[in-house]
């Protein structure tokens, strides 16, 4: 099959598969780039990619070890060309952070062995830049089409770790939405692709696998497509279906899930097929949920969706705590234990280091500002020296404390990790390490980004029965 590049990247791009362009930090833009076959769309130059950072003929875009810094270009916009560049522009999200007009060296990515990252140079009237970068579960969920509210990579990786999902598991997923779960899901239980014999031998193997429900007919049709293009065909099976009426057994064969992940607007409607015996059905004694009661005797026909050799994790996603209870209740009906409520509360922190130099001159409002010029950066260096070494003391003394009254380097309150002082210690610089330099701070997210759901972890026990009993018995007797 098709490899999948969240999988197997290789070193660079290939045509019409995935990669992510990288227009700033918080801003990036999945690309199949298409090879040259002629003009396209008003463009001489093929397939182009537009952006507020420049235009990219997709030509510029293929074949470039994964890193790269690919230039803008100057492209034959023609008038159609200009109407769909103004076009895409428009559609084209602020980034949050400092728009680059220009290139910027510093971030270039270095050269190297054939597979490196290399600047990519491009005869160019317009001076901005992207990246190109490897697909991955994590930069998916930050660039892919939203059909959904989707779930974001600080709670799937807690999520996928509390269900134990790992190399070789079976996972069910619902819905799909937009596929930002069963990206992070399908690397997780990735242990290779099944071979034609394991593929004609059912639903499952030993490979990992992930079976995907979604019944939004749009969502079903548009994550189809996607799993074909990611190569992900024989990983991730996807299956048009209600869940609530319909359970998870595929042509009355049991995926054998040892883990569940269900986001959906009622998970207690799904969970009721989620047993290891028929349930029996209820009127709802709460007047309200269809939930089944206790699991009686299942008649011969009838196939459980989980592994029946293992104990199976579940957990539910919900964002309100009325969801949860009944969530709850119908987990406790049924047999499910150890159910606990989570609620992840993400906070970034932004780590740099201040430079002491841009501490000394803080206007008005206490905003600290660059140096204006090289003349008052050296002015600056020339001070944090002499401050160190204790030379030109006299000349200096006049800004051994900052405007803002703060001590200066050197001193026990400045110490950064290790103990080390930011900038320059006492007898020694950090001229060799400029990243070295300046005091190591951090800073909380303006706002902290509330809650998005609350996650209802549990764990259904694997049943013992006296023929699992015997079978231990002869592999470990007991007593002689
Ligand atoms: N976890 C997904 C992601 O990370 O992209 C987002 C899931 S989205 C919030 C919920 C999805 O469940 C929707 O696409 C909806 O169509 C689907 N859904 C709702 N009820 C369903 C049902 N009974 N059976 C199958 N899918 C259902």
Redesign the pocket.
């Given at each position: 099959p098709k490899r999948s590049p969240f999988l197997h990247p290789g070193s660079r791009t290939t045509p019409d598969s995935l990669a992510i362009i990288l227009l700033s930090r918080d801003n990036l833009l999945p690309v199949y780039p298409k090879e040259f076959t002629g003009e396209h769309d008003g463009y001489a130059e093929g397939v182009v990619l537009n952006t507020r950072y420049g235009s990219f003929p997709h030509s510029t875009l293929l074949n470039v070890p994964w890193g790269s810094q690919v230039r803008a270009s100057a492209v034959d916009t023609g008038s159609r060309g200009r109407k769909r560049k103004r076009n895409a522009e428009s559609q084209q999200q602020t980034p949050a952070d400092t728009p680059r007009d220009t290139p910027n060296e510093d971030s270039q990515a270095g050269t190297g062995t054939d597979a490196a990252p290399k600047k990519v140079d491009i005869p160019t009237s317009s001076s901005g830049f992207v990246h190109i970068l490897a697909p991955t579960p994590e930069l998916w969920?930050m660039s892919?089409p939203?059909?959904?509210?989707?779930?974001?990579t600080p709670d799937?990786s807690y999520i996928l770790q509390r269900i134990r999902a790992r190399p070789g598991t079976k996972i069910i997923?619902?819905?799909?939405?937009?596929?930002?779960?069963?990206h992070?899901s399908v690397r997780a239980v990735y242990n290779g692709y099944p071979t034609a014999e394991e593929s004609s031998g059912g639903l499952t193997s030993k490979r990992g696998k992930v079976f995907s429900?979604?019944?939004?007919p749009d969502?079903?049709a548009a994550m189809k497509k996607e799993i074909g293009m990611h190569g992900l065909e024989g990983l991730v099976h996807l299956t048009h279906?209600?869940?609530?009426?319909?359970g998870f057994c595929i042509n009355g064969q049991s995926p054998e899930a040892e883990a569940v992940?269900l986001?959906?607007?009622?998970p207690w409607?799904?969970i009721q097929h989620l047993t290891r015996r028929k349930p029996a059905p209820t009127n709802g004694k709460d007047g309200q949920d269809k939930v089944v009661g206790s699991n009686e005797d299942s008649p011969k026909d009838w196939v459980s969706p989980l592994n029946g050799k293992q104990s199976v994790y579940i957990c539910t996603?919900s964002p309100c705590v009325e969801q949860v209870t009944r969530t709850v209740s119908a987990m406790r009906r049924l047999g499910w234990v150890n159910i606990e409520v989570v609620e992840i509360a993400n906070r970034r922190l932004y780590v740099s280091r201040e430079r002491i130099s841009l501490r000394m001159s803080p206007d008005k409002r206490g905003v600290q500002h660059a140096p204006r010029d090289v003349n008052e950066a050296l002015g600056r260096l020339r001070h944090i020296h002499d401050k160190a070494f204790g030379r030109n003391k006299r000349e200096s003394s006049s800004m051994e404390v900052d405007e803002d009254g703060d001590e200066e380097m050197g001193s026990d309150n400045n110490r950064g990790e290790n103990g080390a002082a930011g900038g320059v210690e006492s007898g020694s610089t950090y001229a060799d390490k400029p990243w070295m330099d300046g005091q190591l701070i951090t800073r909380t997210e303006g706002e902290l980004k509330s809650h998005t759901s609350y996650l209802v972890f549990a764990i259904l026990p694997r049943e013992w029965t006296e023929e699992d009993e015997a079978e231990a018995l002869k592999k470990w007797p007991v007593g002689k």
């Amino acid at each position: 099959p098709k490899r999948s590049p969240f999988l197997h990247p290789g070193s660079r791009t290939t045509p019409d598969s995935l990669a992510i362009i990288l227009l700033s930090r918080d801003n990036l833009l999945p690309v199949y780039p298409k090879e040259f076959t002629g003009e396209h769309d008003g463009y001489a130059e093929g397939v182009v990619l537009n952006t507020r950072y420049g235009s990219f003929p997709h030509s510029t875009l293929l074949n470039v070890p994964w890193g790269s810094q690919v230039r803008a270009s100057a492209v034959d916009t023609g008038s159609r060309g200009r109407k769909r560049k103004r076009n895409a522009e428009s559609q084209q999200q602020t980034p949050a952070d400092t728009p680059r007009d220009t290139p910027n060296e510093d971030s270039q990515a270095g050269t190297g062995t054939d597979a490196a990252p290399k600047k990519v140079d491009i005869p160019t009237s317009s001076s901005g830049f992207v990246h190109i970068l490897a697909p991955t579960p994590e930069l998916w969920t930050m660039s892919l089409p939203h059909r959904t509210q989707v779930v974001y990579t600080p709670d799937y990786s807690y999520i996928l770790q509390r269900i134990r999902a790992r190399p070789g598991t079976k996972i069910i997923e619902a819905g799909a939405g937009s596929g930002s779960f069963t990206h992070a899901s399908v690397r997780a239980v990735y242990n290779g692709y099944p071979t034609a014999e394991e593929s004609s031998g059912g639903l499952t193997s030993k490979r990992g696998k992930v079976f995907s429900y979604e019944f939004n007919p749009d969502r079903y049709a548009a994550m189809k497509k996607e799993i074909g293009m990611h190569g992900l065909e024989g990983l991730v099976h996807l299956t048009h279906r209600d869940v609530y009426t319909e359970g998870f057994c595929i042509n009355g064969q049991s995926p054998e899930a040892e883990a569940v992940f269900l986001d959906l607007p009622a998970p207690w409607e799904a969970i009721q097929h989620l047993t290891r015996r028929k349930p029996a059905p209820t009127n709802g004694k709460d007047g309200q949920d269809k939930v089944v009661g206790s699991n009686e005797d299942s008649p011969k026909d009838w196939v459980s969706p989980l592994n029946g050799k293992q104990s199976v994790y579940i957990c539910t996603f919900s964002p309100c705590v009325e969801q949860v209870t009944r969530t709850v209740s119908a987990m406790r009906r049924l047999g499910w234990v150890n159910i606990e409520v989570v609620e992840i509360a993400n906070r970034r922190l932004y780590v740099s280091r201040e430079r002491i130099s841009l501490r000394m001159s803080p206007d008005k409002r206490g905003v600290q500002h660059a140096p204006r010029d090289v003349n008052e950066a050296l002015g600056r260096l020339r001070h944090i020296h002499d401050k160190a070494f204790g030379r030109n003391k006299r000349e200096s003394s006049s800004m051994e404390v900052d405007e803002d009254g703060d001590e200066e380097m050197g001193s026990d309150n400045n110490r950064g990790e290790n103990g080390a002082a930011g900038g320059v210690e006492s007898g020694s610089t950090y001229a060799d390490k400029p990243w070295m330099d300046g005091q190591l701070i951090t800073r909380t997210e303006g706002e902290l980004k509330s809650h998005t759901s609350y996650l209802v972890f549990a764990i259904l026990p694997r049943e013992w029965t006296e023929e699992d009993e015997a079978e231990a018995l002869k592999k470990w007797p007991v007593g002689k």
